[in-house]
């Protein structure tokens, strides 16, 4: 594309040019990828190039699609519902409760000491805690509070919503409290003064100004517990079926055109949610 006469090309295009490149590459053309072979057909040897509605058919009428995004939406919204109500907490507790900044930084190193491991030995820690002979069920005996062992414990949606917690929690905890930190604390002291209770300084200062790390935070968790498969399936014992599972069950059985229209399927469901997140805040501006 040629520029007038008399002008020249701004130097930030050309600065920008990378990242288009890279996004292209990286994001783009997978994407793209994906939804071309959605359309394709299939048999039991290979991949047929051609444009079919029927893998979108299949995906949309069937009742186990329905179930999985049922089941995965119930995970994402109780995942993301605790993980708010205690990432709030806890960064609410180190932004106004720990004056001492090297305290502060302390607490919230050790916040981080799980992510030092993997996702996998992290949920497998689980498994000797909760199982029919695990620790919890063996103290419980033992101090006489039950009479027999809990069977719900492991392998039940309590221990997949118990590990989605575990492992993302961390994700909701770092951007409220990197947007309590900002809040100026001359605004809960004129709270406080103009009569204000604690619970109503909280929710009429607190949690408005808080609105960009909640944002952020809930972004993290629902996309990453919206595409997980692992850990729906090694908690549940495989009695539980998400989305991603679905898509792992049809790649390993070489489905890949169904796989690739439940990931697209997936992909349009996600992005609704975060429209209807980032309708709350303008997170460019507000950064």
Not at 103 to 120: A, D, E, G, R, Y
Request: aromatic share 12%.
């Amino acid at each position: 594309m040629s520029t007038p006469p008399g002008q020249t090309i701004n130097p930030s295009y050309w600065q920008a040019s990378p990242l288009f490149l890279i996004m292209l590459a990286f994001l783009v053309f997978p994407v793209g990828v994906i939804v071309t072979v959605s359309f394709w057909d299939y048999d039991s040897y290979e991949l047929i190039p051609d444009f079919i509605w029927d893998n979108y058919q299949y995906l949309l009428t069937s009742k186990v699609t329905w179930q999985a995004y049922a089941k995965t939406l119930f995970y994402a919204v109780t995942t993301w519902a605790t993980c708010l109500v205690t990432g709030f907490l806890i960064a609410y507790y180190l932004a106004f409760h720990i004056r001492n900044k090297a305290i502060q930084n302390l607490l919230f190193l050790l916040c981080t000491v799980p992510f030092f491991t993997s996702n996998i030995i992290r949920m497998i820690s689980w498994i000797p805690l909760l199982g029919r002979n695990g620790l919890v069920n063996q103290g419980l005996l033992g101090i006489g509070i039950i009479d027999t062992p809990i069977e719900g414990l492991l392998y039940s949606d309590f221990s997949v919503i118990l590990a989605f917690v575990h492992l993302n929690v961390l994700f909701m905890i770092i951007p409220i409290f990197n947007s309590m930190s900002r809040i100026d604390r001359r605004l809960l002291e004129a709270s406080y003064d103009n009569g204000a209770s604690s619970l109503t300084t909280l929710f009429q200062v607190v949690v408005p100004l808080s609105k960009t790390g909640i944002v952020i935070g809930s972004v993290f968790v629902l996309t990453l517990v919206m595409g997980d498969f692992i850990t729906v399936k090694m908690m549940s014992g495989g009695l539980s079926a998400s989305v991603g599972v679905l898509i792992h069950n049809e790649i390993g059985l070489l489905q890949y055109p169904a796989a690739a229209a439940n990931a697209v399927v997936l992909l349009i469901t996600v992005l609704m949610m975060l429209a209807l997140l980032f309708r709350m805040v303008d997170i460019k501006k507000e950064l």
